[in-house]
């Protein structure tokens, strides 16, 4: 079992559409959770951090976490075209001492 | 530009040659990682420095790869004798002191390709 999975996609949604991203660990010490964006060529750019159960909003972007279900999600609202990229779930796992466990990585397209 | 700084952004290197890729942390970070992405594969952590020291080695393969965060300059990531499996893009990640927050902030990364 992979420590951080995804599904690779390609997740197609409409604009102004809701875009949901999942991901799931195995980790079950894990404290910290982020979600990356990452355009094609380009460097990963932090969106969310998330570190307890429930919900995190921060404007278009809400991250949700369930560490009984090892369950992380990222809701997109209002998608737009610029928000296709690949979004990365990452985790600094129990005793991981800041070296981040990355997902492979969920492509997203929004369609105009 | 406040973020964090990599260079060279590309580089390219013949089988048997050195690459040196150099990152300069965000002002006010101390902390620096360093991260291989594979094409068509996922982050990889490989080392993690605070200045002169190297906290955690365990992602670096146990040869020709080094790494180093001196007093002063930038952390350098050395790779000697490359190999045509060293193509990857290569990124520099910056975090605060510890116990503020665990959050890293990546650099525009260095392509690098063996030919």
């Known amino acids: 079992q992979k420590e951080v999975e995804q599904n690779s996609g390609p997740l197609s949604v409409p604009e102004g559409a809701i875009a949901s991203l999942n991901c799931t660990y195995s980790?079950?010490?894990?404290?910290?959770f982020f979600w990356y964006r990452q355009y094609s060529g380009k460097s990963p750019e932090l969106i969310m951090s998330?570190?307890?159960?429930g919900d995190k909003e921060d404007g278009r972007f809400t991250a949700q976490l369930n560490k009984a279900s090892q369950y992380v999600s990222l809701l997109i609202r209002d998608s737009q075209p610029s928000d296709s990229a690949t979004y990365l779930c990452a985790l600094n796992p129990t005793g991981g001492g800041n070296k981040l466990t990355f997902g492979t990585g969920t492509q997203l397209k929004v369609e105009l | 530009n406040a973020g964090v700084m990599q260079n060279p952004r590309h580089l390219v290197r013949r089988r048997g040659q050195e690459a040196r890729l150099r990152c300069s942390p965000m002002?006010?970070?101390?902390?620096v990682y360093w991260y291989r992405q594979l094409p068509e594969e996922g982050l990889k952590f490989m080392v993690y420095l605070q200045k002169e020291n190297i906290i955690d080695e365990s992602g670096m393969p146990k040869e020709r790869f080094s790494a180093e965060f001196p007093k002063e300059g930038p952390s350098i990531l050395r790779i000697q004798q490359v190999v045509r499996g060293d193509s990857a893009a290569y990124f520099c990640a910056s975090s605060p002191l510890p116990g503020d927050t665990d959050t890293q902030y990546f650099g525009p990364g260095t392509r690098l390709t063996v030919l």
């Open positions: 002002k006010g970070h101390s902390h």
């Open positions: 980790d079950r010490g894990s404290q910290s």
């Open positions: 998330i570190y307890s159960n």
